[in-house]
């Protein structure tokens, strides 16, 4: 039997056309839609007949595929395939570790991130800021579990949930007092997690324990489903505002940290 033949590889060295493949392919993916080759050939920096050799590749590959009637091209199965396998990989802690370093650096707080389990929230990363010195805190490490009811993490998971699951997860834990302002009527926990998926960000306010506030926004999968929830711990000893100051004051980098996390799991806004 005679092989198929194999599509000639373009000009220059192993690493330049590796490059430049993959730059055709990131401008692609960046961009989203369809493009035509000389959007292609402006977006990469490489002249049009240039781009056009690494484009027929990349086609005959199965990276890309023809569309208009062969005048745009767009990511092919090849590329699905390398790109689903991927993303089938990820795992949100080790995604989104440098992004939560760079949120306790910026923002001098003890970040955490955490997915639920049941009932509770499971802490999967958490970091202090590098420059932290002594502080009051919650013994929290990775692998920790605590309420949900009562965490702003876990009122953004639960928020999220199906009304289902969530009145399942209610009808089986007791919603005790563990902090000064812990909210125990179910009727206020359920309007409080409505809210919280209207605004998209939890606010606890010494719902946990006394003294300690938090500040937690959701992190999305690439089926754009919540998968975890990224939060900030403040403690007053340490800043004494009121909690409106500390929301205007963190919201803003902890969006920006959770939605570079989702993208980096394959959510697409």
């Given amino acids: 039997m005679t092989a198929a033949p194999q599509p000639a590889a373009p000009s220059g060295t192993g690493a330049q056309a590796l490059e430049r493949g993959l730059a055709i392919l990131t401008a692609l993916a960046d961009g989203r839609r369809p493009l035509g080759l000389v959007e292609l050939a402006d977006a990469t920096g490489l002249s049009k007949s240039t781009c056009h050799r690494y484009v027929a590749s990349l086609v005959a590959l199965r990276y890309l595929e023809q569309e208009d009637g062969g005048r745009k091209y767009l990511l092919g199965p090849a590329a699905m395939h390398l790109g689903m396998a991927a993303v089938g990989t990820l795992d949100v802690a080790r995604v989104g570790a440098r992004s939560v370093q760079a949120l306790a650096d910026e923002t001098n707080h ?26 009051i805190e919650l013994n929290v490490q990775i692998g920790t579990r605590l309420p949900a009811y009562c965490t702003s993490m876990g009122k953004v998971l639960l ?52 003294g300690l506030r938090s500040v937690a926004v959701p992190v999305r999968d690439r089926h754009g489903n919540v998968c975890a929830a990224l939060g900030v711990a403040v403690h007053l000893s340490a800043w004494n505002a009121t909690a409106e100051a500390v929301v205007t004051r963190l919201e803003g980098p902890l969006r920006h940290a959770a939605q570079e996390i989702s993208r980096r799991m394959g959510h697409l806004e």
């Fill in 110 to 135: 003890t970040v955490s991130l955490t997915v639920l389990d049941g009932a509770d929230i499971v802490y999967v990363d958490r970091r202090r800021p590098s420059r932290a010195g002594f502080r």
């Fill in 159 to 210: 928020a999220y949930r199906d009304p289902a699951s969530v009145r399942a997860v209610l009808d089986r834990i007791d919603l005790a007092r563990r902090g000064p302002r812990t909210i125990t009527a179910r009727e206020e926990l359920v309007a409080a997690l409505a809210e919280i998926r209207r605004t998209g960000l939890a606010l606890n306010d010494q719902e946990l324990t006394a």
